[in-house]
């Protein structure tokens, strides 16, 4: 027997994944420790620095102090003061002062040099190579910062960083900028005069030595190679070459140091590389003692230590891969044998090249899960098909089954009912059915119908035994009776409806009817309640949609002969024939209310015979000739027919009164402006005629005078009478104008008898007499105009 050769890329896969994480954790774990070397190192060092720098710190306060001290102890001393502000040049006063100036220079081993300036008559005295005028003396730097007051402020003390030269040039003016030594200047004096100019200083020179050497152990030790600085408070330079940085370099190292606080450290890149920089505060002097040095000074041994680091790590990986590959072969070894023993299957999938051996027996798992699926749905949906067939069997007409047999199978379908045991039927009618039918899908309804008996049985479980039963249209509930009274449990069973309906209307949208069958003694009749539910299901149309429908609300249906309302339907017809809109409802309603008191049949049959009367009357209008109406009797009555409710059928009843009353009344204004037509006509053809009036109009049109009179009022809002007066006065005022006529000829011509009469209506209508009217509308042809000329 060949054997298939399987694939093992799950092998490769997890051999992979392995050493990936392997690496990925050595990688990571040397990264974290290099991190965190790296910064232990930075805070050592600017640690390290700090100290130094607050060392330096001590020392400058210590030099500032005693600087001060020693310029004060100057300033006091009476032979100093006298060559300061004395007027008087004896030499033997000024050398005896200076001796005293050495003593006490002398004693101070940090001061360099000691320069006292007589404002009085501009000379300088000083312990430094020599003395001399304002004009001649060699310091000329400390010249200009007396006659500027440049870094000298009256009472204040403190250094400015500056050079003095080592010794005089034969002519006094050039001295070598090599030639000449640093020191810290301190300028003090204490009056000035009326010029706002010195009248006396005693300028300090102290040697920065002391701060140099302490800088230069700091800079020139291990790690903290690098430069220092000192700033005054000022953010003037004080030690340090401020030059061997760029402008962009200074403004990234000390703009930080300008911005944040006393004590602090930070990176910045100077000539393209990352550097410490460290900086502490002196709370005295306000002096910031700054510290700058390469990070690759500082990292020399963190970049060995490093490499150690990732000598390390490849160590451990080397073994590490080794042992994950024990491990894969191992953990792979199961897979592998069931992959041998799936691919001799005779239903196995076929190998193909690039499927590896996690999807071959995926493969072969979803397969079999597929088929037996498809097995216990096929088992499913055949156990529950002849479980709803039974039920529907149940449901629709009696079994011939006895109750042992019936409970035998009830207890095979798993259905919670006893045969022997009193049960009812209870309907449940979605509402507004035909609009719920073209909504939805026939499976979207099914699974509405679904959620329904679900609900029921489930509300309905709370109270007793039952189960629900889809009919294709409806859901039927079968109860399983209770011991108590028959009222008692239509009282139960209407809450189980009431509560059902609640629940269906909130989650699914849906309206919905419940209907109560009578008790049956044994499970077998539950047909017979069902029937009896159905034939109660009509009552919706009385009742309503979203009622309860039982026999107690049936009990007030008369079961007499039915008498039909006939004073109210000849009441009916004759609104209906003169378009009375409102009345014809107020009656309509009083006949439905009439029919509501019987049986659903008489309501429905006496209903159609209602449309049928309204509809002959249609006819006869239309046979009349008074208007035409686009209405069929089949189309209304299948329109009713589909209709759950008599409230929707009135609606329909309505809206047909409310078109043949608007026909109506339409027709009856055409017919009435016609008559009213005519009459006009009669009076602009037989005005002249002194006997023409109502009766003889009425006469003429073959219609009461009264009902004459009525339509030409309701058209044009006066009588007739008054129409023929107006128009014979219209006539009798033309005529007027016309030259060559009198009243009497006119009274004549249009039919007036009495003449008095005939002035006072004229003047009433027209305002004037006829004279007057008649001057006034001469016509054209006779009317002449104050300036000769006719109009």
């Keep these: 027997m060949i054997k298939k050769k399987l694939p093992r890329s799950m092998f490769i896969r997890m051999f ?30 600017s640690g390290a620095n700090s100290n130094a720098l607050s060392q330096i710190s001590y020392s400058a306060t210590y030099l500032n102090d005693a600087s001060k001290t020693f310029a004060i102890s100057l300033l006091t001393n009476n032979r100093i ?88 040039s034969a002519d006094g003016k050039e001295i070598d900028s090599n030639q000449k030594i640093s020191v810290l200047t301190y300028n003090l004096y204490e009056y000035e005069d009326a010029a706002d100019r010195l009248k006396g200083a005693i300028i300090v020179n102290v040697k920065v030595d002391y701060l140099k050497d302490l800088i230069q152990s700091l800079s020139s030790s291990g790690k903290n190679k690098g430069s220092t600085f000192i700033l005054d408070e000022n953010s ?16 990234a190292v000390f703009k930080p140091i300008q911005e944040s606080g006393k004590n602090a450290f930070f ?19 306000h002096w910031k003692f700054i510290h700058v040095v390469p990070y690759s000074i500082i990292f020399q041994d963190m970049e060995r230590l490093a490499w150690i680091t990732l000598a390390f790590c490849l160590g451990v990986l080397i073994p590490g891969i080794l042992i994950v590959f024990y491990l894969s072969k191992r953990l792979y070894s199961p897979i592998r044998g069931l992959m041998g023993k799936v691919s001799e299957l005779p239903r196995s999938p076929s190998l ?14 979803s397969m079999a899960i597929q088929q037996n699926e498809l097995f216990l749905g096929e088992k499913k949906t055949a156990f529950f098909s002849r479980k709803l067939e039974f039920m529907r069997r149940l449901v629709s007409h009696s079994l011939d089954d006895c109750p042992t047999d019936l409970q035998s199978s009830l207890d095979h379908f798993n ?26 899908s026939a499976a979207d309804q099914q699974l509405f119908r679904y959620a329904i008996g679900n609900a029921a049985e489930e509300i309905a479980s709370r109270f007793t035994n039952n189960c629900a039963v889809d009919l294709g249209v409806e859901v039927v509930l079968i109860l399983e009776a209770s011991d108590e009274t028959y009222e008692k449990q239509l009282r139960d069973v209407s809450l189980i409806i009431a509560e059902l309906q609640n629940w269906t209307q909130s989650n699914l949208q849906l309206s919905m009817t419940g209907v109560i069958g009578y008790s049956v003694k044994q499970l077998q009749d539950i047909s017979i309640s069902y029937q009896e539910a159905v034939q109660f299901s009509k009552y919706r149309f009385i009742f309503g949609q979203g009622s309860i429908i039982s026999t107690d609300k049936l009990k007030h249906m008369k079961t007499d002969d039915f008498q039909p309302p006939l004073q109210l339907e000849k009441i009916f017809d004759e609104l209906l024939v003169y378009g009375k809109y409102e009345e014809a409802i107020q009656v309509y309603e009083e006949i439905v209310t009439y029919l509501s008191h019987y049986s659903y049949d008489i309501v429905i049959s006496y209903l159609y015979y209602l449309a049928f009367n309204i509809y002959k009357r249609i006819k006869e209008i239309e046979a009349n000739g008074q208007t035409t109406f686009n209405m069929q009797y089949s189309t ?87 129409w023929l007066m107006d128009y014979r006065l ?25 003449q008095n009469y005939f002035y006072k209506m004229f003047k009433t209508k027209y305002g004037v007499t006829t004279s007057e009217y008649k001057l006034r509308n001469t016509t054209s042809e006779n009317k002449v105009y104050d300036n000769g000329y006719g109009s």
């Design 267 to 285: 990176s910045a890149m100077i000539h393209g590389n990352k550097h410490l920089v460290t900086y502490v505060t002196s709370d005295v002097l």
């Design 352 to 365: 193909v090249e690039d499927r590896d051996d996690i999807g071959y027996l995926n493969d072969v798992i």
């Design 16 to 45: 992979a994944s392995f050493t990936l994480v392997i690496i990925c954790i050595l990688f990571a774990l040397s990264y974290v420790l290099y991190v965190n070397f790296q910064k232990i190192g930075v805070n050592f060092v």
């Design 730 to 754: 219209s006539i009798a005022a033309e005529l007027i104008t016309k030259p060559n006529t009198n009243v009497a000829e006119i009274l004549d011509l249009i039919g007036w008898e009495n």
């Design 636 to 722: 209304f009555i299948r329109m009713i027919s589909r209709m759950e409710t008599i409230g929707e059928i009135n609606a329909e009843f309505h809206a047909l009164i409310r078109q043949i009353a608007e026909s109506i009344g339409d027709s009856k204004v055409n017919r009435n402006q016609q008559i009213a037509s005519k009459v006009i006509g009669i009076i602009e053809s037989n005005y002249m005629d002194k006997s023409l009036c109502q009766d003889r109009i009425a006469l003429l049109l073959n219609l009461s005078k009264y009902h004459l009179g009525k339509i030409f009022r309701s058209v044009h809002g006066k009588a007739i009478a008054e």
């Design 236 to 251: 003037q330079l004080i030690l340090g070459n401020i030059k061997e940085l760029s402008a962009a370099e200074q403004e």
């Design 415 to 440: 259905i919670g009912l006893l045969a022997d045991r009193r049960h009812f039927a209870v309907i449940f009618m979605i509402d507004r059915c035909e609009q719920f039918m073209r909504t939805y």
């Design 81 to 168: 003061q006298s060559i300061m502000y004395g007027a008087n040049d004896d030499y033997s006063d000024i050398q005896e002062a200076l001796e005293d100036i050495s003593k006490l220079k002398n004693a101070n081993q940090f001061v360099h040099s000691v320069y006292v300036f007589n404002g009085t008559n501009n000379h300088f005295y000083s312990t430094w190579l020599q003395s001399g005028s304002k004009d001649t003396f060699f310091d000329r730097d400390i010249v200009a910062y007396i006659d500027q007051k440049k870094y000298a402020t009256k009472g204040k003390f403190y250094p400015v960083l500056r050079k003095i030269p080592v010794y005089t």
